[in-house]
């Protein structure tokens, strides 16, 4: 697994409509708000304009297991 703890940040948000969890790696970040689910590459993507959840499942499981 390429997620270490000095290579990720996990944590929450929440507003008045949802919570938020999250989990950044170096390369990949992955935002989870209800049933909303959102996986960025920030290396090729710094901007988050491109979601790929749907396309990168093997990040998006592994990114999943580090949230708990």
């Known amino acids: 697994s390429n997620l270490t703890p ?5 944590g929450t ?7 938020c969890r ?3 790696t170096i390369e990949w970040k992955l935002i ?3 049933s909303n689910k959102e996986l ?3 290396k090729d993507d710094p901007h ?3 979601n790929l959840i749907g396309a990168q499942e093997g990040v998006y499981k592994e990114l ?3 949230l708990g």
């Not at 000095?6 to 996990?10: E, G, M, N, R």
């Open 22 to 24: 999250f989990i950044r």
């Open 32 to 34: 989870e708000c209800g």
């Open 40 to 42: 960025y590459n920030l």
């Open 64 to 66: 999943k297991e580090g």
């Open 13 to 19: 948000s929440s507003d008045m409509k949802s919570a």
């Open 6 to 10: 000095k290579q990720s940040v996990i």
């Open 48 to 50: 988050e304009k491109n």
